[in-house]
């Protein structure tokens, strides 16, 4: 059974730090990763993908891969209350790519 | 910027009965995907779809469960004979390729009483 696996928190940081979540997976034939944010209620929202180790920078997040490990990581600079939400990592997986395997998220409250 | 849009976003239907639930992906996208969510619970995979037939499908798809491609822009998921634990929030998503990232609708909330 392919698992992906989060800290379900809750994670609690103050306005403006650094937020950072963290994921492993168990399938070593993954090839790509995401990272999806999930307000209540809501569908999922793509936040980050990346396909290979190192880091992968857009705006206030940063998305790090290790496939040694097996261990994705999502950071979130100057965290701001909106960014409070689950966050879901997401790994693709299976024969051929086809089948999307969903951690069950960590929940982060950014306080003002 | 283009959606995945999902109707109805509620659906109500006594046990037992059939169900269809309706997406249109993005128009250039090329694999469609479900999902669903029960509450408080994690978005599990149900079935991905390419060149008119099933990619993969998880152990949650059984023979209750199928998908059509029925014209050039929905996808739809039909699940028969329904059950209480069939009450869950259900995705549909498309991506451009396979292992690009998907892009989700709104979801359909469905109930069975």
């Known amino acids: 059974q392919k698992e992906v696996e989060q800290n379900s928190g809750p994670l609690s940081v103050p306005e403006g730090a650094i937020a950072s979540l963290n994921c492993t997976y168990s399938d070593r034939g993954s090839q790509s990763f995401f990272w999806y944010r999930q307000y209540s209620g809501k569908s999922p929202e793509l936040i980050m993908f990346i396909y290979s180790n190192g880091d992968k920078e857009d705006g206030r997040f940063t998305a790090q891969l290790n496939k040694a490990s097996q261990y994705v990581s999502l950071l979130i600079r100057d965290s701001q209350p909106s960014d409070s939400a689950t966050y879901l990592c997401a790994v693709n997986g299976g024969t051929g790519g086809f089948k999307t395997i969903f951690g069950a998220g960590t929940r982060l409250f950014v306080k003002a | 910027e283009p959606e995945v849009t999902q109707t109805p976003s509620h659906q109500v239907t006594q046990m037992g009965q059939e169900v269809i639930l309706r997406c249109v992906p993005i128009s250039n996208h090329l694999y469609f995907y479900w999902y669903r969510q029960i509450l408080g619970q994690k978005v599990e995979f149900l079935v991905s779809?390419?060149?008119?037939?099933?990619?993969?499908k998880s152990e949650i798809f059984d023979d209750q469960f199928s998908v059509e491609r029925p014209d050039g822009s929905n996808f739809t998921l039909k699940i028969r004979s329904t059950k209480l634990e069939d009450s869950a929030m259900y995705f549909c998503a498309s991506s451009p390729s396979v292992g690009q990232p998907q892009h989700f609708g709104d979801g359909t909330r469905l109930s069975i009483l």
């Open positions: 779809f390419y060149n008119n037939e099933i990619s993969e």
